[in-house]
């Protein structure tokens, strides 16, 4: 089974590919601004507060300030900003966060998400897309015969029918 085993190395070694370029996307993506330490810890707060609705573990809390985002952080809060528009609930805008008047913002936005009835009902419903319907089982048909009749009873049958 050497291609086998060939075959999900290069399939692996495909998938890490993809995920570097994700994360390298949401890295150049990355808002940067003046932050403080306390808004960036509010705002991963409210965010762990909404992470479990998406079964995601939480973000571990900032322990200097970083002049940009990380991508891992705005890959996390564009999720849910996603998630928050297809609700058609109020959501957060990443690329707006360059400052800790936009985190304190996006973090009341992110909190009321988190205690929005709506916006979990919305969550648990399963995806449109991935649904596959149930076949219904068709009743049992039983076999067609070919019914015995001549020529001239079908032609006598025709005619009449067309006389109507």
Do not use: C, H, W
Not at 38 to 66: G, I, K, W
Request: aromatic content about 6%; hydrophobic content about 40%; glycine content about 4%.
């Amino acid at each position: 089974m050497p291609q086998i085993d060939d075959m999900k190395a290069e399939l692996m070694d495909k998938a890490e590919m993809a995920d570097a370029v994700t994360d390298e996307g949401y890295n150049a993506a990355s808002p940067s601004g003046k932050y403080s330490l306390r808004a960036l810890n509010t705002l991963v707060d409210s965010l762990n507060m909404v992470l479990p609705l998406f079964q995601v573990e939480p973000y571990p809390a900032f322990t200097e300030v970083p002049t940009s985002l990380p991508g891992e952080f705005v890959k996390l809060l564009s999720m849910v900003a996603d998630a928050a528009e297809e609700a058609e609930e109020d959501t957060i805008t990443v690329s707006d966060m360059t400052d800790d008047a936009a985190l304190n913002m996006g973090s009341g936005i992110l909190r009321v998400l988190a205690k929005s009835k709506d916006f979990k009902r919305f969550l648990a419903q399963p995806e449109a897309k991935g649904e596959v319907e149930e076949a219904i089982p068709a009743k049992p048909v039983a076999p067609v015969s070919k019914p015995k009749s001549n020529p001239q009873e079908n032609m006598d049958l025709f005619a009449s029918r067309m006389m109507k």
